[in-house]
């Protein structure tokens, strides 16, 4: 089926104070309307202070971040976005006219982004309104509808909050700092948006009961009809909202309040020098640069820390075998020990050792993650860690006197093996693994094994 | 009769506009003055927030003229007619 | 008076307990027919007990101590009802200070009470208040003018030393004329206006109404200046006016007078302020003749913006948090601005109307800016036609006309102030003077100089 699905996503900025105002952000720890005042409250009279400027900056940083070219050197005026709403407490939203225009995020164009601030917080079931989060500065975000599928929409809204995390410039996505509205159209049908989206499993699920809905709707010989709709969590369904058609027309007019603000190229090259790699582009760049695959770059642009760890690390030790151990032994030790890698407190340097050993066969990949475990629960030098576990490789000699030893301490097994039951191998390796004390590489252990039994048999 | 004295205020208030667009026809094209004066970029910094003692007092008497409340100190108004 | 009323304070001659009780027995005698005063602050007797003693003790006397002073009801006083004289706020007691109260008491001066008005400020006669209409102390059974009405009426009527008012197409200039007080409209963004209710926010600014040039410079210089805590303000640091007006002096300056204000002035009132304009030169000033001949558009322009603004304004009134929804309880001209507002920003009218008048605006703008470079001020009248009788119908626009000659100077963000000049058959006329941006103490120099051999 053809679809158009295009996505505004409005994402809570981390800022100290609100956007208009100096009351507390934090608006999920305190009790309804504490951080308040005259401003945030639209009490008759209030005038805004000026907009935050931490505020201003992280949007445009955002709009690098998505590929954006900021609007620069043109008034960029804040305009009041007038309708009616019990949680907008002026009857207007100051939103900015876009600050920036054209990006792009994994093939999806981005058209503008702009600053806004949030409404208070209204539950339509009950009919009660807290402000303490009226006012808490907001980017939007809003896409060209180049998604096909409810697919698309969920791996482009887990990218962009991956992208937007990683600048540290957004409140984590806990608890509705990320609402998206999702625009779909089927066949070329009429637009149906759908608001109150608070997650993307809400967007997904949104947009398949749409697609349902308006299939049905069309099944039937119905038209679907333009309108807007919320998306009701708790039971997974959308439902019409039934806006009355006047309140399509905002009335937008700048806010003589307050002055516009005007981004000049100095801005944008300041910020974009300050700006962390986006993780999208770093991705693509430690595979060119590195040589790595897709899949373990992925893995580790995941965190930023881990992301510069790797890059510490392969300036010494062969990047392929690097980024084999930080995508899935490190990662593996990480996760278990429920640790992200801003946790971690070995050195570099230590890896670093670790690794060299590991390439250098020094140790077995087996012994080199026994050694990693020690090196995350306590840092030490992995010289000696491997000391202390007596995990020192093992001898050419030694080994090959292991698996003689074993070899006629397991004749039976030997005769399973040679009968040809392969599964004996195993048994007659593990045997060798406990004769050296597993300092042996099981690869090794079964070339030699099958070496010896070969000219028994 | 609501009804009655909107339209006839409506009307009364479009003769202004007319008086408007009949004064304006000869006048020359220019830029909009939006604000008394050229001024751009006034921003404010982020920081400490106001304290909670700040705003105690306002909380106060937000919560006592508000014509619904709750015991939280939420504002009670209207619920949603799409909620089913 | 304000000077001498001050002196007395001072020195002890007067308390401020004393002031004050009179002030409370003048608006209990006169307010029932007056109704200058919607509310009186029943703890301003404490207030001043507290300044008293607070004086005793050797503190520093504030410029305003022991004044009593009415602050206009759009202006937020915590603890008052700020009304706006609309059933929309009749019971909205304000939960804050405008920046602008917490200057005065800052200075000493008494809130003694809140002011009647025309209705959201939305008129020119003091007649649209939902408490009543307002009769003028100095010309009784007339419009005191508006939208300020209270407060030009209080100072006329002696009620109390000083006023707050505020001034959006003209509203503290002509209840000024047609009581016979002083007025001052501000330069736009030299006022903060944190805690004033907004009639059209890109020209709304608060200023005093005096029955001296000294009170309104004194009040003017302890509002104005820079406040932090707002975005669109001029970034000028505290003025001193009053300390300058003494012995006045305008030998030498260039006083422009419009031959276009005769056009638009009835020849009574233009007779007045011709007379008051030979004064002048007679004081050594120069009268020069300016042009401004659009000044005539600025009018109906003025009203299509601040009707756009006025929508904005009032989204906020919708009931919830507080008082009632505007539209279903406001008098006809605040429903008037309202609609028409809410009309002419339609997105397909917006460049026909709103967009056009902001750019006659300019053009305004641009012809006042003009004089200005050629002389210190601008001198004329203040409203074209005397004030009428109350209960005078009047259709919309011919209220409008009222506005034609102070519409100019918010449009263009300038200063003007307003003297009295003389009489008509007893009605009180006022001399307008227009300065430049941030041009103060010019004006206030040429009104003083007047005020003392008037």
């Known amino acids: 089926m053809n679809m158009m699905v295009g996505l505004e996503v409005h994402q809570q900025l981390a800022t100290e104070r609100k956007m208009y105002c100096d009351c507390p952000t934090n608006y999920q720890d305190v009790p309804p309307n504490t951080n308040v005042c005259p401003i945030c409250t639209g009490m008759p009279g209030s005038k805004p202070l000026s907009p935050n400027e931490k505020a201003v900056d992280a949007a445009i940083e955002l709009a690098l971040m998505l590929g954006c070219k900021v609007v620069v050197d043109k008034p960029t005026y804040i305009q009041r976005k007038h309708y009616d709403y019990p949680d907008l407490p002026s009857g207007y939203q100051r939103t900015s006219l876009p600050i920036a225009v054209d990006g792009e995020l994994q093939g999806v164009r981005i058209r503008e982004v702009h600053l806004e601030e949030d409404p208070g917080q209204y539950d339509p079931t009950i009919g009660s309104v807290d402000f303490n989060r009226s006012g808490v500065p907001l980017v939007e975000i809003v896409t060209e509808p180049d998604m096909r599928s409810p697919e698309d929409a969920r791996r482009f809204l887990r990218q962009l909050i991956r992208v937007l995390e990683f600048t540290g410039k957004v409140r984590p996505e806990a608890g509705g700092a990320m609402?998206?509205?999702?625009?779909?159209?089927?066949?070329?049908?009429?637009?149906?948006?759908?608001?109150?989206?608070?997650?993307?499993?809400?967007a997904y699920k949104a947009l398949k009961f749409e697609i349902t809905r308006q299939k049905a709707k069309l099944g039937r010989g119905e038209a679907v009809v333009r309108e807007t709709r919320a998306y009701l969590e708790s039971q997974m369904i959308t439902t019409s909202m039934r806006l009355k058609e006047m309140e399509e027309d905002y009335r937008y007019i700048p806010d003589p309040d307050i002055f516009p603000l005007v981004i000049d190229d100095a801005k944008v090259q300041n910020i974009r020098e300050q700006m962390v790699e986006p993780p999208h582009l770093r991705e693509q760049r430690l595979v060119e640069q590195y040589g790595i695959q897709q899949a373990a770059a992925n893995v580790i642009v995941s965190e930023r820390k881990f992301a510069d760890l790797f890059e510490e690390v392969a300036k010494e030790v062969d990047p392929k075998l690097a980024a084999m151990w930080f995508r899935t032994k490190l990662k593996k030790v990480l996760n278990y020990m429920k640790l992200s890698a801003a946790d971690i407190e070995f050195t570099p340097k230590q890896l670093i050792t670790l690794l060299q050993m590991i390439q250098h066969h020094k140790v077995t990949p087996e012994q080199g993650e026994l050694v990693l475990r020690e090196l995350v629960k306590k840092p030490a030098d992995p010289k000696e860690l491997v000391q202390r576990l007596g995990l020192e490789r093992i001898e050419w000699e030694d080994l090959e006197l292991a698996v003689k030893e074993a070899i006629r301490r397991n004749q039976k097994a030997v005769k399973d093996y040679?009968?040809?039951?392969?599964?004996?191998?195993?048994?007659?390796?593990?045997?060798?693994?406990?004769?050296t004390g597993g300092r042996a590489d099981p690869r090794e252990i079964l070339k030699l094994l099958r070496a010896e039994l070969l000219k028994k048999s | 009769m609501a009804e009655e004295r909107q339209k006839e205020i409506e009307?009364?208030?479009?003769?202004?506009?007319?008086?408007?667009?009949?004064?304006?026809?000869?006048?020359?094209?220019?830029?909009?003055?939006?604000?008394?004066?050229?001024?751009?970029?006034?921003?404010?910094?982020?920081?400490?927030?106001?304290?909670?003692?700040?705003?105690?007092?306002?909380?106060?008497?937000?919560?006592?003229?508000?014509?619904?409340?709750?015991?939280?100190?939420n504002l009670r108004v209207e619920v949603a007619k799409w909620v089913k | 008076m304000t000077k001498a009323k001050l002196d007395q304070l001072r020195s002890g001659e007067l308390s401020p307990v004393e002031n004050v009780r009179r002030a409370l027995e003048r608006i209990s005698k006169l307010n029932p027919k007056i109704n200058a005063f919607i509310e009186v602050n029943n703890d301003v007797v404490a207030q001043a007990e507290a300044l008293e003693r607070k004086l005793k003790r050797g503190k520093r006397a504030g410029k305003l101590a022991g004044l009593a002073i009415g602050i206009k009801s759009n202006i937020n006083v915590n603890g008052l009802r700020a009304t706006c004289a609309s059933?929309?706020?009749?019971?909205?007691?304000?939960?804050?200070?405008?920046?602008?109260?917490?200057?005065?008491l800052a200075e000493d001066g008494i809130i003694i009470g809140v002011?009647?008005?025309?209705?959201?400020?939305?008129?020119?006669?003091?007649?649209?208040?939902?408490?009543g209409v307002t009769d003028n102390p100095a010309a009784p059974g007339r419009i005191p003018g508006g939208s300020s009405s209270g407060g030009g009426a209080a100072i006329a009527a002696g009620m109390c030393d000083l006023c707050l008012g505020t001034d959006t197409g003209g509203s503290i200039r002509n209840p000024a004329s047609h009581c016979g007080v002083v007025g001052v409209k501000p330069t736009y963004g030299l006022v903060p206006r944190q805690g004033l209710i907004d009639l059209g926010m890109s020209l709304d600014q608060i200023g005093p109404i005096a029955s001296d040039v000294y009170g309104a410079a004194l009040l003017l210089e302890v509002i104005a200046g820079k406040n932090q805590n707002e975005c669109v303000m001029l970034d000028v640091p505290k003025v001193s006016y009053a300390d300058k007006l003494d012995g006045a002096d305008i030998k030498g300056m260039k006083i422009g007078v419009s031959p276009q204000f005769s056009e638009i002035t009835d020849s009574a009132v233009m007779d007045v302020i011709d007379k008051s304009i030979e004064t002048l030169g007679d004081l050594g000033a120069e009268i020069v003749d300016v042009e401004l001949p659009h000044i005539e558009e600025a009018m109906p322009a003025y009203y299509l913006i601040v009707s756009v603004e006025f929508f904005s304004a009032t989204r906020k009134f919708d009931g919830r948090k507080y008082g009632k929804r505007i539209e279903d309880v406001c008098g006809d001209e605040v429903l008037r601005r309202i609609l028409r507002g809410r009309y002419i920003s339609q997105k397909e009218y917006r460049g026909k109307y709103y967009q056009r008048a902001l750019q006659v605006r300019t053009i305004i703008r641009r012809e006042l800016m003009a004089a200005l470079e050629k002389v210190?001020?601008?001198?004329?009248?203040?409203?074209?036609?005397?004030?009428?009788?109350l209960g005078t119908k009047l259709t919309p626009m011919e209220m409008?006309?009222?506005?034609?000659?102070?519409?100019?100077?918010?449009?263009?963000?300038?200063?003007?102030?307003?003297?009295?000049?003389?009489?008509?058959?007893?009605i009180p006329v006022g001399l307008q003077v227009q300065g430049m941006v941030?041009?103060?103490?010019?004006?206030l120099r040429v009104m003083r100089a007047f005020e003392a051999v008037s």
């Open chain 3, 115 to 131: 002011n009647n008005m025309d209705e959201f400020a939305c008129g020119s006669s003091g007649e649209t208040s939902a408490f």
């Open chain 3, 400 to 426: 409008y006309a009222y506005d034609y000659l102070t519409i100019p100077a918010n449009l263009a963000g300038i200063c003007g102030g307003v003297v009295k000049a003389g009489k008509v058959n007893g």
């Open chain 3, 438 to 443: 941030l041009g103060e103490e010019q004006v």
């Open chain 2, 11 to 73: 009307r009364s208030a479009e003769e202004i506009v007319e008086s408007f667009v009949k004064a304006a026809e000869g006048l020359p094209s220019e830029r909009e003055m939006y604000y008394s004066q050229e001024a751009y970029n006034v921003v404010r910094p982020d920081g400490k927030p106001s304290s909670s003692e700040e705003r105690t007092e306002f909380r106060k008497r937000f919560i006592k003229i508000m014509p619904a409340k709750d015991e939280d100190g």
């Open chain 3, 87 to 104: 059933r929309t706020l009749e019971d909205y007691v304000a939960a804050y200070d405008a920046e602008v109260v917490k200057r005065v």
């Open chain 1, 418 to 435: 040679l009968a040809g039951r392969k599964e004996a191998l195993n048994f007659i390796a593990g045997k060798v693994m406990e004769l």
């Open chain 1, 179 to 202: 609402r998206t509205d999702v625009n779909i159209s089927l066949e070329g049908g009429a637009r149906v948006e759908v608001k109150n989206i608070n997650s993307v499993k809400g």
């Open chain 3, 376 to 389: 210190d001020v601008i001198v004329g009248p203040t409203v074209p036609k005397l004030p009428h009788k």
